[in-house]
């Protein structure tokens, strides 16, 4: 049954659990995860040979399993694992396994508001996708690149619809391979298919796909486009429109196309990771405007700054009119935000958060081996074990701060602007 997951936003911290206790009574434990509120900290814990459990601020699981891994909470305050007992693998939440058994599971997802879980699932060498427990009907030889539709009510994958042995090179070049939604696959095969995109109203389903041995493209409901590439990339749906883009390439450059037809005007030696703002109203990629330098383009127009080694995580702002992303150079992390560079580098950083006003950045960074937060390129005079990623209040005024120090697992609540000041 789901439940509301409860947020308490008054300023002050408190002391959630002690890890170290934790060590003293099981055989080992695993690395923590805290909880969306921060009002839990849990860790898969070895109980004897072949017994795990996992531990929530200090309380087991009923249930214990041969086998935990990916220990995660699901958006909506729940606690999710991947879980085998007695040699048969399925998924856990809050110590209550899915009816359904499996030779092997893999690839958990949520949906944003977490109310969905799916995973790819393997049985007696068949493979499919599990939704809630619910397991499609049909099910594959090969299956790769599972994905879940934005409302979390749709899961996809490409999948192998004609077998054929190693030498049988002639099936492969016929084409072997489709894409499935919700277990149904197209009509059309094809040589290749790669990352697929589900629309938000779960309707259409997008794929990169090869024709032949030497022609790419992008195919919508089992349609390439007409216009074929020397490549393609993972295409994106237009939030509302329904529109598809992806990044082409055609005589050695990069190009990003709308449904076949070339979008922006200026090409670029690399164009990958395209993304819309929440409304749609922007688009952006990560760029490379010559070779070896990086940085992001905002409806064709890339920032000033260029980085040299990578830049990833892009990011907008709830409304769309801001973008930030992490970058490398020279073996030092930082951040940009619309084409500025914060001052200050890091051994390593996470995806930045913007506050609901999009006025304030914050990130997760790591330095010296200690982790940390920044806000709007000041740093938070606290170090800390290990932090997860901070929180914005509804007003963004606040934030949540979920710290790991000693041992201690500590909830902060605290005004952005005592790390501004």
């Not at 049954?1 to 409860?6: A, D, S, V, W, Y």
């Not at 990833?312 to 084409?339: C, L, Q, Y």
């Amino acid at each position: 049954m789901l439940t509301k997951i409860e947020w308490d936003w008054e300023s002050g911290s408190k002391e959630i659990a002690d890890i170290r206790q934790w060590q003293n009574r099981f055989n080992w434990v695993e690395e923590p995860e805290a909880s969306p509120n921060g009002e839990k900290i849990a860790a898969v814990v070895n109980l004897a040979e072949g017994e795990f459990n996992v531990c929530v601020n200090g309380d087991l699981w009923e249930a214990a399993f041969d086998k935990i891994w990916n220990l995660k909470f699901v958006p909506d305050g729940r606690l999710s694992a991947l879980v085998s007992e007695t040699g048969a693998w399925t998924v856990a939440v809050d110590g209550s396994a899915w009816e359904n058994r499996f030779g092997y599971v893999w690839n958990k997802m949520f949906s944003p508001d977490g109310k969905h879980i799916a995973v790819a699932v393997q049985q007696d060498m068949a493979y499919g996708m599990a939704l809630n427990d619910v397991v499609w009907e049909q099910t594959f030889s090969n299956l790769t690149n599972p994905a879940l539709s934005p409302d979390g009510e749709k899961t996809a994958a490409a999948v192998q619809v004609v077998p054929f042995g190693e030498g049988e090179i002639h099936k492969f070049q016929q084409g072997a391979f489709s894409a499935a939604l919700d277990g149904k696959t197209w009509d059309t095969r094809f040589v290749n298919v790669w990352k697929t995109a589900i629309s938000a109203d779960g309707r259409s389903m997008a794929a990169e796909i090869r024709l032949n041995l030497y022609d790419y493209t992008i195919a919508v409901d089992g349609k390439p486009w007409e216009q074929t590439f020397g490549c393609v990339w993972e295409p994106v749906f237009h939030p509302q429109n329904g529109a598809v883009v992806a990044p082409v390439r055609i005589n050695g450059k990069w190009h990003l196309a709308q449904d076949g037809r070339i979008l922006w005007d200026r090409k670029f030696v690399q164009l990958w990771h395209a993304m819309y703002s929440p409304s749609g109203n922007k688009l952006a990629a990560v760029v490379a405007p010559k070779f070896g330098r990086w940085t992001i383009a905002v409806d064709g127009k890339p920032w000033p700054v260029t980085f040299k080694d990578l830049v990833n995580d892009a990011v907008f702002s709830p409304e769309g009119s801001r973008i930030a992303a992490t970058a490398k150079e020279d073996h030092k992390w930082m951040i940009a935000v619309d084409g500025r560079v914060w001052n200050n580098t890091f051994d390593m950083v996470w995806q930045p958060v913007f506050s609901s006003g999009s006025d304030t950045v914050a990130v997760k960074i790591e330095r010296n081996g200690k982790y940390g937060i920044a806000v709007n390129d000041r740093l938070w005079d606290q170090q800390c074990d290990a932090i997860w990623d901070p929180v914005f209040s509804a007003e963004g005024d606040k934030l949540l701060l979920r710290t790991l120090q000693d041992g201690r697992y500590i909830r902060r609540v605290m005004p952005v602007g005592d790390i501004l000041s």
